[in-house]
């Protein structure tokens, strides 16, 4: 049964190719949480409640690759790595990219020895994934976790990812509970990922979700031309367009007092000229 846990879990892929571009609202509710899909029926079984999740994995990750984008998280990043490798992550397959911070995240991360890779000047969360992904891709990684450096995501979620790796070929997180969210990005979160769903004729519930699965043979197929906070809706649109499974699952996030460092009013415009773009393709 792989993990030994989430038997009852049931993930839901949803290819473009054969959604078409109706959508069948449908609310799906359980004691662990809420779900709003549109999944033209398509939808998600969501009967275990993962905040209770404990576990190692005791599968082969051995080409399976970690990439964490970080800026200016010398305060964080050591427990993210940590994290990883209580799970069974070895230090070789943790890639932290360090992106032009202006604190020790750069020397913090050289003293954890997992990979270290860095810009010289902070050029977007965006290229900080595509150097990690480029990273990944050259070493024959069949596919990566991408994890955020600010530890608002728990580790233990990352099982269940990969139990599901196998079933799509994108699995992205899912914050089923963003009461605990600053109202601002949670209108920002809920607009871009229906802006998404409309552009890729297929229902996204959280688009901006750092935690996700991906195999690298999508990135092989996908151009990103984005740099910034919108190419993770970059990925997932035009993974969706060009027919690539995509299935969700849920996951416990934690709001901390670390900065975010996403503009609502810069990169909401930024999104909106790539959606722009994507009308015209």
């Not at 970080?70 to 490798?85: G, H, P």
Request: charged share 25%; glycine share 6%.
């Amino acid at each position: 049964m792989g993990l030994g846990v989430c038997s009852d879990f049931i993930i839901s892929c949803i290819n473009s190719k054969e959604s078409g571009s109706r959508f069948k609202y449908k609310k799906y509710s359980e004691s662990n949480g809420r779900i709003w899909d549109f999944s033209l029926g398509m939808y998600l079984h969501m009967n275990i409640d993962i905040r209770h999740m404990r576990g190692t994995i005791d599968m082969d990750v051995s080409e399976t690759g970690v990439v964490v984008p970080a800026y200016n998280a010398e305060a964080t990043i050591r427990d993210v790595v940590d994290a990883l490798c209580s799970i069974g992550f070895a230090k070789d397959h943790i890639i932290v990219v360090n992106d032009g911070s202006r604190d020790r995240t750069e020397d913090v991360v050289r003293t954890c020895g997992v990979v270290s890779l860095s810009h010289v000047h902070n050029v977007g969360k965006g290229a900080a994934l595509k150097t990690g992904f480029d990273y990944a891709r050259k070493h024959s990684f069949t596919g990566v976790i991408t994890l955020d450096a600010d530890k608002q995501h728990s580790v233990q979620d990352i099982l269940v990812f990969l139990k599901h790796r196998n079933e799509c070929d994108i699995v992205l997180g899912t914050r089923y509970d963003m009461r605990a969210m600053p109202w601002l990005r949670r209108l920002v979160n809920r607009t871009t990922s229906l802006v998404i769903s409309i552009l890729a004729r297929s229902y996204v519930p959280d688009v901006q979700c750092g935690l996700r699965y991906i195999a690298t043979r999508v990135l092989e197929h996908i151009e990103l031309r984005t740099n910034r906070y919108q190419t993770e809706s970059e990925l997932v649109c035009k993974a969706l367009r060009r027919g690539f499974p995509v299935g969700f699952v849920p996951v416990t996030t934690a709001y901390n007092k670390e900065r975010s460092y996403i503009n609502p009013f810069v990169d909401t415009v930024r999104f909106i000229f790539m959606a722009v773009r994507f009308l015209w393709q």
